[in-house]
């Protein structure tokens, strides 16, 4: 965010979905061994929005599983949620990568993080159960089917758990401390957990080893790259594929900070806010804008920076040239924030009621997955 | 054992069951705040051999349970074997500690540590419940009464990993590394299941809270300060007391070497061994003995720092006035090493058969109980 956004702006003109990411991700490719998924976009029949958008950006080993879908190959998809709260842009774009590869005929494993939430969050397993319910009442209102997916909570997963205590043999302190820093006893186990996860569709028990792939936001690396290393290690025991993933950017901060979090209430929504609020929160966003409407209509404005622009990529336009005629409008001056903000809100009102309305049908069905009274 | 014996014995000979304990323990008294067991032992009414004899020499919080044997309240007794083979001496002195406890009326919970089997010594768990079998037809010889017992594996028992996930969080990995050094991830996961299996006779579902008494080997001590410290930080949830312990010696290798072990076969034996190989052994042991007879007859041998008088007292002599018997004929020149070590082998060689008789007959209830094939 440090650059002069002039620089940024040309190089970005090129890619209306480039945004942040030529810059701030490159490191990812070099440092960490992420690959760019541009290359494999066109072997993809059928590319989510987020894929083409660049918004999922970088991938390790996803090549595998373009592969098992242009063959019609069996595969597995396994994401998941930390119940500590509502549905937020975060989890809705980790929820819609899911069902779109439940869509390519992926075998789908949707994890309620609720030992991470305890371990992380401190959220007790009673209270992480109500949120839990919620949650999955969401990514079923937005598509997944619940007859070919295997929803879970960690807590009640006995083969994750008993995962983690076969894995942590392999893993030696410095392994985690490099991953995780200086952490309590109960984050690491959560971390040998999160690898029982991601290695469980290739159990025996649940029709592996198979390649799975596992989308997420870029920030998990580290629990991928711990599990691919494990799955290694007990390749020979257990038949195990390194687990492949994709990465999606993180979304900005509504109020311009580089990411949404719970400590600043007006950097992020949830789907379950007052209309009244979401509005409102989306009025007062930072944007890309000048500081004076003349100066916006002579040089116009900063999509790339921009939050209002960055929700409409990541989630509620759906059409692909909508976004780029935006990004052009913007630049060029001729779409100011006002506007741009008034038309978001309504995408984003309109699909929140849409959804609301959805979820509450589904809530029973949650709590019979989840087997709460 | 590097102090002149002269020094030992003398101060020794006031208690024929003092043995090493005065200077070598001392220190746990005042660095580890372990207490000493003796000012206790008038108020047990029936006092088991290893306490009458300074082989259980030091306790934590033990008062509460002998209250609870005073007033005929309810408490439990936990501990257990770690199944990387056949039951030995040192298992040996635990069962039976379990067993004098469970006949005081505790509620009896016997352990078979497969976790720490895996992580600790790499034993898959195919192989330990094998060993788990037998350990278990052992302690049934040996006179657990498995009707008022809950036998389990670690692997199998769902509340002892849950419990290790929930304490988890409380503990930080400066504690782990200041009680067992920098470890493998395992090592340390396995440390929280066993605070799991001390505190497990006091949740809800088990009768608990009461108090407990874990009967270990003194070299357990860190596991009962991590499970007395993860007591008090989940009081409030669980309302757990803190465990109670007591600590017996680590009975002597035959050879001479402070310690048994598996490294060095002539420095203990099992249950399992042809009586030949045991008499042996024994034949062969280390002793307090002079270099040659006459010197012996004059200056008498030294009874403190001998494995066969050690495991006379720890375990085959049943009468306290044979060894002090035995004690100061040794002192005064009048037993000789070749005629003591005959007897002791006549009196483990009697035991081991009339032993190996009985458990015989319990493998098949030991399978019944793991649920094994």
Known sequence: MSEPPS???????????????????????????IEPLKPLLPRIKNPFMAMRRGV??????????????EKNEKFAVLSGIKPTGEFHLGTLMTAREIIYFQQQGADTFYCIAD???YE???????????YAVGNI???????LDPKKAYIYRQSKENHVKDLAIIFGRAVTLATMKAIYGERHMGLYLSALIQVGDILLPQLRDFGGPKPTIV????????????????????????????PSATYHKIIKGLDGSPKMSKRSPMSYFTLDEKPETIANKISNAFTGGRPTIKEQREKGGIPEICPVYEIDVFHFVEDDKEVAKTYHDCKAG????GEHKKRTIEYVLKFVKGHRKKRRKYIDKAREILNVE
Do not use: W
């Open 7 to 33: 620089e940024r702006s040309e190089e970005l003109l090129l890619d209306p979905f480039g945004t942040t990411i030529i810059k701030d991700y490159e490191k990812l490719y070099k440092e960490f061994g």
């Open 56 to 69: 999922i950006f970088g991938h390790r080993d996803f090549e595998k599983i373009v592969e098992c879908m």
């Open 115 to 117: 030992i991470e939430a």
């Open 120 to 130: 992380d969050n401190r959220i007790p397993f009673e209270k992480s159960e109500k």
């Open 137 to 143: 009442a969401d990514v079923l209102a937005l598509g």
């Open 215 to 242: 989308p997420v936001g870029v920030d998990q690396d580290p629990h991928l790259r711990l599990s691919r290393d494990i799955a290694q290690k007990f390749r020979r025991k257990y038949g195990f594929e390194s």
């Open 334 to 337: 001729k779409l100011l924030c």
